[in-house]
């Protein structure tokens, strides 16, 4: 084989993904007039971002005048268990409404108050109505509106490419080497400053609600840049998402259909969350099915029914069900609103009208209709709190030049992260990375590209179409999801993650052999085994990072250590490439608060 | 577990689909069938049925012919998998719609049912089902498809809308640049040369989206230059009025009512330009 051709580019700053916080950093980095480069790996427009429904958490007031940004800081650190950065939601709390007003300045549309003003709606966790929001499509709108605003901004987007390396000058960046995904050229982007905003892990795990793009790139790029990753253990799982069939695998079902009246049940039909109530919650928990009826119909004397418990609680619930056997045949277990017409005539008619967009996703994505049967349900990776370890301030990860913003970064969510804080994440980050990446290749311009750090990195990633014989990508990649999913899921335990660990060694050398048949030229299974490599990066993270924390906290659940440990309520997990080029997993004590942050955590509690 | 399919009496409970698709290797290679036999599983109750991504996604683990041929995997595009992105849009037995939400319950009922898969024809073909679609995007530039702020000032507390406005404007915004309208166009041509995009069709979504931006508080700034390109070539009063645009559109959004606008706004805005001058 020859020397793999280059197309080479030159961009002061490049930017790697189009969600919402990509195309929020180019907006920024392009209003200063800087020649900005975005590389996509689908079309724009039709990254991840689309799919957020809830809204984005900003402290407005507009429906109620006591919210400021103080009570969203102190909630957002309540939910993040104080884990979080503290600067980056001091910055989030105060800055999320001028990032909401200025979408709607551009040209968003949100739902509106009676007088005229955005509308905020309540979320868990948040103690005032505090979610902007566009009906249920929140996340579209803002991509829209983004999209319109870039498109003319002289922004050069490359879509449908894959980033296969981070170029170091030294210790800082140089820029990007990747390919197209229709033809497999080869391309370089010379840049003095790379924000990356790839988003999340969630294709680590055979059930996710993530889009197929979301395999970890900027963690793993990052990490192999010398990066740090921070909280890797914290992945957030939601107690429904769809099981069947497999192209709607994970696609969420809201709370809202538990909330009016939907209970889980097993293959034998029992409601089997009344049978692990957690002490903790004894007396708010309905004690049988009439009372919990009772509480969704309005009753102020009744209790929740158990479905309503914390989310972490109902996935373990139901994951229990199924590895005991008692799954429905796709490996869920049934959620039913259906039977509530034993309790209410035209109950169809009255769940159309409740859950109008759940009623239309089984509907059109499944052919199920809800109002007559029960739906099959498991829990589904959602959101990976941990990422790129970046300065709350200006983005700028360990490595000079390197930042990183929106899912792909940690920090704003510490060990859990409230509904509505992702979008507003997205643009108050997005903003920040794409200010500070301008300053940065301003002082810092004309890095030097080292040629043969290319031609190695290019050559490696067309061996295995030249290999044959070799392991299928698609099949490495279904046994780690397969492995992922069991061993470092929902319920987490030392022997299990220990073989999890060696687990991914071996289906690293696998990939490392695997091959592909083929050319270049648009091929999915060349495509896969690139992804491959940074979804074991990303794994092997979070496995790591997961067995090191010997207690149980916000998204993380231990079984063999079930409660929280004051022991780990301080320090942030810290994990990086050593010098042998084994991964090496750090605790890092988080630098005190500040007093006047302190203060506002002692009154708010 | 569910009497419908007890009454069929089959015990796999699968049926098999053809598949017919259209396959072409890259930008400018012809174009040739291939045939699939897909095992596809009939409902049962809180399961769901098939879809055609699902489908795909099988064809793509499976990838061999009716004649027993091993061939490549079949690609396509997707992103939400919910109806939501417009990504997987593609002509299905005639029809153009989103891949995601169309059930084989619907579209293959019985054992032994074809289904048909083509790549949209107003776009250049990248690779099979897989089409590029970046004239969209140069004409949502065209129009001007954006609010002009240039963030020099201080928004303030932002305007007030009344909930109705809002929703006024809410549906227009719900386009997420799909292309079925496009297809489904007999005005909208492709146009393989980029050099000829400025002066060709621009079709119901843009200009569905001139009207959005004609209607934004501040959009509203740069509405004479979009009316400019409206009504110049590739304009508003190229659409045909065949109508076909607003019966594709999975949002339901009403593109007729658009053009109708828009091509109201044009006259105007000639009329006024011929008696006071620009």
Known sequence: MGTPQCITHEHQVLIIGAGGAGLRAAIEAASTGINVGVVCKSLLGKAHTVMAEGGMAASMGNVDDRDNWRVHFADTMRGGQYLNNWRMAEIHARQAGDRVRELEAWGAIFDRTRDGKILQRNFGGHKYPRLAHVGDRTGLEMIRTLQDHGIHQGIEFYMEFTVLEILMDGDRVAGAVGYDREKGRF?????????????????????????????????????????????????????????WPPSVRGILVTEGVRGEGGVLRNSQGRRFMFDDIPDLYKNQTASDPEEGWRYVIGDKDAQRPPELLTRDHVARCIVREIREGRGSPHGGVYLDIAWIKEKMRNSEAHIRKKLPSMYHQFKQLAGVDITKDAMEVGPTTH???????????????????????????????????????????????????????????????????????????????????????????YEVQARLQDMMQ??????????????????????????????????????????????????????????????????????????????????????????????????????????AMPKELSDIIKEMG | ?????????????????????????????????????????????????????????????????????KTTPVSFDCGCLEEVCGACTMVINGQVRQSCSCLMDSCAPNDGDEVTLEPMSKFPVNRDLFVDRSRLFNDLERIRGWVPIDGTYDLGA????????????????????????????????????????????????????????????????????????????????????????????????????????????????????FFMGR
């Open chain 1, 187 to 243: 391309h370089i982007w010379k840049a003095p400053a790379i924000v990356l905003a790839t988003g999340g892990i969630g294709r680590a795990f055979k059930i996710t609600s993530n889009s197929w793009e979301y395999t970890g790139d900027g963690h793993a790029l990052a990490y192999r840049a010398g990066a740090e990753l921070k909280d890797m253990e914290f992945v957030q799982f939601h107690p429904t998402g769809m099981v």
């Open chain 1, 383 to 473: 959101y990976a709190m941990g990422g790129v370890n970046v300065d709350g301030q200006t983005q700028m990860s360990t490595v000079k030049g390197l930042f990183a913003c929106g899912e792909v970064a940690a920090g704003l969510h510490g060990a859990n992260r409230l509904g509505g804080n992702s979008l507003s994440d997205l643009v108050v980050f997005g903003k920040l990375a794409g200010e500070h990446a301008v300053e940065w290749a301003k002082s810092h311009p004309n890095p030097t590209i080292d040629s043969s750090q290319v031609q190695s990195i290019c050559r490696a990633a067309l061996e295995p179409l030249e290999r044959s014989g070799g392991e299928s990508p």
């Open chain 2, 158 to 273: 932002g305007p007030r809308e009344t909930p109705e406005q809002q929703q006024q404007r809410y549906k227009l915004s719900e386009c997420m640049s799909c292309g079925c309208c496009l297809e489904a166009c007999p005005q909208y041509t492709l146009e393989p040369d980029e050099k000829e995009w400025d002066h060709a069709f621009v079709g119901a979504a843009v200009i569905s989206q001139t009207r959005y931006f004609n209607m934004h508080a501040t959009g509203k700034e740069l509405a004479k230059q979009r009316l400019d390109v409206m009504s110049g070539p590739g304009g508003v009063s190229d659409c045909g009025n065949a109508q076909n645009c607003v019966k594709v559109c999975p949002k339901e959004i009403p593109l007729t009512e658009s053009i109708g606008s828009v091509g109201r706004q044009t006259t105007i805005h000639k009329i006024r330009e």
């Open chain 1, 486 to 591: 069991d061993k470092v899921g929902i319920v987490r335990k030392e022997s299990e993650m220990a073989e999890a660990i060696e687990g991914i060694a071996s289906l690293r050398r696998k990939a490392a052999s695997a091959s592909v048949p083929g050319n270049i030229e648009y091929n999915p299974g060349w495509h896969t085994a690139v992804d491959l490599h940074n979804l074991l990066v990303v794994s092997e993270a979070v496995a790591r990072c997961a067995l090191d924390r010997k207690e149980s906290r916000g998204a993380h659940f231990r079984d063999d250590y079930p409660a929280k440990d004051e022991a780990h309520a301080s320090h942030n997990t810290i994990v990086y490439r050593g010098a042998d080029g084994a991964m090496v997993v750090e605790r890092r004590e988080i630098p």
């Open chain 2, 1 to 69: 577990m569910s009497s419908k399919n007890d009454a069929k009496g089959k015990a796999a409970n699968t049926r098999t689909v053809r598949f017919n698709i259209k396959r072409c290797d890259g930008p400018g290679q012809p174009s040739r069938w291939e045939r699939f036999d897909v095992p596809v599983q009939s409902s049962s109750a809180g399961s769901g049925s098939a879809n055609v991504i699902s489908c795909l996604q099988w064809i793509a683990a499976n990838p061999v012919t009716i004649e027993g041929r």
